[in-house]
Nanobody, 119 residues
Framework: QVQLVESGGGLVQAGGSLRLSCAAS????????MGWFRRAPGKEREFVAR????????SYADSVKGRFTISKDNTKNMVYLQMNSLKPEDTAVYYC????????????WGQGTQVTVSS
């Protein structure tokens, strides 16, 4: 079992920044990728960003490219999401997720952290 705990959400004005953190614990010996997803009110959960645990290669949704940066610290089993130039449409619950192997889906999820961007 892997446990993921997010932190760093909050209320921020449009144009502001927030940094989300996700701590992984438990069976962390098998991590292929970690990622961030979000669910806005009344919408489906959507992909935000992911990062390769071995190479650090990131990938972003078009809606956040150039504004968000995903990073990791393998020694601490942490993944981060730096969010700059936030927009009201970024308001959502943000979830950290873990993909254990190349053939697996993102199968472990955190409880989520609320990000609210006011206009």
């Amino acid at each position: 079992q892997v446990q993921l705990v997010e932190s760093g959400g909050g209320l921020v004005q449009a144009g502001g920044s927030l940094r989300l953190s996700c701590a992984a614990s438990g069976r962390t010996f098998s991590i292929y990728r970690m990622g961030w997803f979000r669910r806005a009110p009344g919408k489906e959960r959507e992909f935000v960003a992911r990062i390769s645990w071995s190479t650090g290669l990131p990938s972003y949704a078009d809606s956040v490219k150039g504004r968000f940066t995903i990073s990791k610290d393998n020694t601490k089993n942490m993944v981060y999401l730096q969010m700059n130039s936030l927009k009201p449409e970024d308001t959502a619950v943000y979830y950290c997720a873990l993909q254990a192997t190349v053939r697996a889906d993102f199968g472990s999820w955190g409880q989520g952290t609320q990000v609210t961007v006011s206009s």
